[in-house]
């Protein structure tokens, strides 16, 4: 089974639309961390932000926000007034294993989001 | 600029070579990732090292290898290569705590993207 499910392989937004990107991750550790990550064509991976497992608090950060929900295991991204620069693939990624003196990364096959102005 | 440095940035080589592909972590990070990402694809764990050990495995070819030398830079080591080995490797780094916690996101450099012909 998938650790972390981005379903959205695509999407393609016009500028100035909102889009939400959904992650859904599986995990049985009570403590974990929660990434997002950007990758613009140019192919760096950009990180966006960090949640542990015990910080349900949503976030927003500009025109970005982020809503962490344990109860359905997930932590969607969205982009407020999209802009051509958001044009980009968006990463999901779980960390966990820190019971057991080890973490590992997973990552989601992305989201690639396409805003045409 | 995320701290960490991967070279070359880009190499172009023949089947059945080898290459090494060289990371240097962010000052102070004492762990270090390896991901594959063939084209349009997500990112593929590889392998792990913290402090010089190995710590984790991946989906990580025998043809390839990796260690971690004690000033903390790794290398990742290719060999036999195939057409299918064309992708971009990504190196990232972390700090971890010494109980071996995760405490940051991690940091990736900007790649080495190998293309065999």
Redesign the interface.
Known sequence: AQKVTQAQTEISVVEKEDVTLDCVYETRDTTY?L?W?KQPPS???V?LI?RNSFDEQNEISGRYSWNFQKSTSSFNFTITASQVVDSAVY?C?L?EG?LY??????????TKLNVKP | DSGVTQTPKHLITATGQRVTLRCSPRSGDLSVYWYQQSLDQGLQFLIQYYNGEERAKGNILERFSAQQFPDLHSELNLSSLELGDSALYFCASSYLGTSGSLVGELFFGEGSRLTVL
């Open positions: 961390y990434f990550y192919g760096e991976l990180f960090r990463f990624a960390s820190f003196n080890f973490n590992k990364f997973y990552f989601g096959s992305g």
